[in-house]
């Protein structure tokens, strides 16, 4: 039975010891005649087997078959137009990504972006959507933090035909709610699928720790919620226990950590809801003189770092240039009616990084360059 602890929230003193890991991680080899390892035991009968290979290209699950993006626009005149990108916080590098990619093909198509910062607060985020319609934009690319409270605010943007596009807005079958025109998925089972096949590939029957957003976000917490309660025990994991990252950091990641593995003495293993958090259950672990596996999320340059010095076993880098250009393609499909009907959802996988393929991935910087310097919808 999962245990759940929660911690209150407190106040941190982030030292530099976090942002200066040197640890090489030690992994045990994995064996094919075991679920962990990939064999196609105790999955469901009609699902096809999971290979024996660290990427998660064998995934198998309610992703498979999504539409990887919208139309490519045959009119690609956006002089006019304005659209506008709601970031749910400035402060985090992932999402900024997105907004690198939107402005990018924004700039490729010619239209008009704004992008404004939520900083985590609901309130904040409604009077943001308020003042993007009160601007008259022609479109919105929202990731909402509660979707109850946007619900006035898109059926007002449905009666001034202004199209929305959300970011894991629904998860698995459920449908999309009214007022959406589409939503993006950055394949949060996907991502959790290689999470829990990175730990089981390394260390077979690992005992994990899961550290999980405080925030009431729903693609996160749906992520997680695949990895303690599904994919585990596809794999033949044991999730102990969980924490919520009350401050979304390194920091944090670390303060949340210690509980798990004073409270877990056999704790080997930990997986996260970002790369910061699985960056700072290493430093725990190693201020305890533990030895653990950590695999985070999003790619963001310390997940990236960590990888390439050995800190963390793997990350996936989300495609976040990728979708925030594929929502200016549909939102500018919607505003100029090509490409119709939109695709109710479109799924942008994120790319696996581990010691073997980090040296391929290229920056989210660079990609957004390549996009605004290429021809509409290039790379996409």
Not at 64 to 82: E, N, Q, V
Not at 187 to 200: I, P, T, Y
Not at 241 to 270: C, H, I, R, W
Request: aromatic share 6%; net charge neutral; hydrophobic share 40%.
């Amino acid at each position: 039975m999962l245990t759940h602890i929660r911690s209150g929230t407190v106040r941190l003193v982030a030292t530099g010891s976090l942002l200066s890991l040197a640890l090489v991680m030690t992994a045990c080899g994995s064996s094919d005649s075991k679920p962990s390892s990939g064999s196609s035991k105790g999955g469901s009968a009609a699902a096809e087997p999971v290979k024996a290979t660290n990427a998660p290209t064998d995934y198998f699950g309610p992703e498979k078959g999504k539409p990887a993006g919208y139309g490519i626009p045959k009119k690609k005149d956006g002089a006019g137009l304005t659209f506008g990108y709601l970031n749910i916080t400035s402060a985090n590098e992932t999402l900024n990504a997105i907004g690198k990619g939107f402005a990018a093909e924004g700039k490729a198509i010619g239209v008009k972006t704004i992008i404004l910062d939520d900083q985590l607060k609901v309130d904040k985020q409604v009077s943001d959507f308020q003042q993007l319609l009160a601007q008259g934009v022609d479109g919105i690319l929202v990731n909402p933090l509660d979707n109850k409270a946007l619900a006035p605010l898109l059926k007002q943007a449905k009666a001034k035909n202004v199209p929305v596009i959300g970011m894991d807005i629904t998860q698995g079958s459920a449908p999309l709610p009214e007022g959406y025109a589409s939503q993006i998925w950055r394949g949060r089972d996907h991502e959790a699928f290689g999470q829990v096949k990175l730990v089981a590939d390394a260390q077979p029957g690992a005992k994990v720790g899961a550290i999980n957003i405080a925030q009431p976000v729903p693609g996160p917490l749906y992520q997680m919620k695949r990895v303690e309660t599904y994919w585990a025990q596809k794999f033949g994991l044991t999730v102990l226990g969980e924490q919520l990252n009350q401050t979304d950091d390194a920091a944090g990641g670390q303060l949340v950590a210690n509980p798990l593995l004073s409270k877990y003495p056999d704790l080997n293993a930990f997986i996260a809801y970002n790369d910061p958090s699985a960056v700072g259950a290493v430093a725990a672990a190693r201020a305890n003189g533990r030895k653990v596996v950590s695999v985070g999320d999003n790619g963001s340059s310390d997940g990236i770092d960590g990888v390439k010095n050995g800190i963390l076993l793997g990350t996936f880098q989300q495609d976040s240039v990728g979708q925030g250009a594929m929502a200016i393609l549909g939102l500018y499909d919607a505003a100029t009616n090509q490409n119709m009907p939109l695709p109710p959802t479109i799924l942008r996988v994120s790319k696996l990084v581990t010691k073997d393929t980090v040296s391929g991935i290229a920056t989210w910087e660079d990609q957004a360059k390549a996009i605004e310097q290429g021809e509409v919808g290039a790379g996409l």
